[in-house]
């Protein structure tokens, strides 16, 4: 069974609109980590969260780690077309994936 | 699904020693494959995107000539890690794109423990 539950698995909104995504794990998360793939391209690391209730931001996507240390969402203010892509979490249990959310920014 | 091999699972070698990784798509073809190197309780960092007969695209501070990488076929990339020392010693992951048939999606290999002693 899969270790690490992405949701939802695409996403389509309009510019300006904010966003959330969600990472769920079936074990106890000691670094959780969010990857950008733009299509086509390598992963491109965005940041990591090892502490329960732990938040961090990059530019304006901001992520955030549950007390309980098995979830992670990962918020987007204000989206971009530049956002478009696949947000992949990872576990600290590598190499473990969720499977993937395409986001599409609509202008 | 898709399926990316990698061979070989874990290695140890000596300093001083090269290495070599093969990255294989087993049932598509794929024209550009991505090598990642992950020390341990660390992200996933980008290496080096390879093409299919051309050179790699190495990411800012990897060394070309110390990473070998070798796309040689749309089936095959091997990464060869040169003179290998302990510094090197890391989780190294590919994934293989599969453009084909309107998909664009990346499947990932199940990874190479290498120990340089």
């Known amino acids: 069974s899969q270790e690490l539950e992405q949701s939802p698995q695409s996403l389509i909104v309009q510019e300006g609109k904010n966003l959330t995504i969600n990472c769920t794990s079936s074990?106890?998360?000691?670094?959780l980590y969010w990857y950008k793939q733009k299509y086509g391209e390598g992963l491109i690391f965005l940041m990591m969260?090892?502490?329960?209730?732990e938040e961090k931001s990059h530019e304006k996507i901001t992520a955030k780690l549950d007390e309980k240390k098995q979830q992670s969402s990962l918020h987007i203010t204000a989206s971009q077309p530049s956002h478009a892509g696949i947000y992949l979490c990872?576990?600290?249990?590598?190499?473990?994936f969720g499977k993937g959310t395409r986001l599409s920014v609509i202008a | 699904g898709a399926v990316v091999s990698q061979h070989p699972s874990r290695v140890i070698c000596k300093s001083g020693t090269s290495v070599k990784i093969e990255c294989r798509s087993l049932?598509?073809?794929?024209?550009?494959m991505f090598w990642y190197r992950q020390f341990p309780k660390q992200s996933l960092m980008l290496m080096a995107t390879?093409?299919?007969?051309?050179?790699?695209?190495?990411e800012q501070g990897v060394e070309k000539d110390k990473f070998l990488i070798n796309h040689a076929s749309l089936t095959l990339s091997t990464l060869t890690v040169t003179s290998a020392h302990p510094e090197d010693s890391s989780f190294y992951i590919c994934?293989?794109?599969?453009?084909?048939?309107?998909?664009?999606?990346?499947?990932f290999g199940p990874g190479t423990r290498l120990t340089v002693l």
């Open positions: 994934s293989a794109r599969d453009g084909q048939g309107g998909v664009d999606t990346q499947y």
């Open positions: 074990k106890t998360l000691y670094g």
């Open positions: 969260l090892q502490k329960g209730g």
């Open positions: 990872g576990a600290d249990y590598s190499p473990v």
């Open positions: 049932d598509f073809q794929a024209t550009t």
């Open positions: 390879s093409n299919e007969g051309s050179k790699a695209t190495y």
